[in-house]
């Protein structure tokens, strides 16, 4: 279930997949027994990166693209890489994204997920939760409306970069979102309805971060789920 949502969150549907086995040439892991495969979203230029560890022990293997100009990647620009299961975040140019990718440790039969997304100007940008259906960075805000399946309540994610953000609405109306500071990432539930929402993060005209700063936890549910599929 778990995958099939992150599978909806990126729009797997409009991408162009490069499988582990036949892609050997563009992309690699380190260490036998672990794959990873690319799926190039055509419609945002966006990546989704399982990498998976298929053996019957913990693993650390590491990512290298190769060709990463066949995958879409510019080698001059820069990059967000957010990790799905322990939410966290990074930025390299497209020719460094390999340190993102670097020892992961994988446990037995598991897998890590990875978005990777064209780092807008300004920074702010949506990352997780919801398939995005538009998204509008303006002078005071960012204007993102997303889309799941009726009825579900789950974390959506933003990355701050650095910018003061005063509050969240969602249809136009206040919602509870907190601030990691850590992590510089804004995070909130939502609960998704038929239709398509609209999430505004407003800024602060002073750079003063105005949300409840709270930690945002790895996905535990998440990774167990991805467990239990690769078993």
């Known amino acids: 279930k778990t995958y099939t949502l992150a599978q909806y969150y990126f729009g797997v549907y409009e991408s162009t997949p490069f499988i582990f086995a036949n892609s050997a040439e563009i992309f690699s892991s380190s260490t036998a027994q672990t794959y990873a495969s690319v799926y190039a979203n055509r419609v945002w230029r ?59 440790a994988i446990p037995k039969g598991s897998l890590k997920l990875f978005y990777v997304r064209p780092l807008p100007k300004g920074g702010v940008c949506h990352l997780w939760g919801g398939k995005r259906i538009s998204e509008d960075a303006q002078a005071d805000k960012l204007v993102v409306e997303i889309q799941a399946p009726a009825g579900l309540d789950d974390v959506v994610v933003f990355d701050a970069a650095g910018r003061g953000v005063k509050a969240v609405t969602v249809d136009g109306k206040p919602a509870e979102f907190f601030f990691d500071r850590a992590k510089r990432l804004v995070h909130g539930n939502v609960t998704f ?18 949300l409840a700063e709270k930690s945002l936890a790895p996905d535990q549910l998440a990774q167990e789920c991805l467990s239990r599929i690769a078993d």
Do not use: W
């Open 46 to 104: 966006d990546y989704l990166i399982p990498v998976a560890n298929m053996a019957g022990k913990s693993l650390t293997t590491s990512l290298t693209i190769h060709q990463p100009e066949r995958l879409g990647l510019a080698p001059d620009a820069p990059y967000v890489v957010y990790d799905v299961h322990a939410r966290t975040v990074s930025t390299a140019k497209g020719a460094a994204l390999a340190k993102c990718f670097a020892e992961m």
């Open 193 to 210: 309805t038929a239709q398509s929402v609209k999430l505004e993060a407003i800024f602060s005209s002073d750079g003063h971060n105005g």
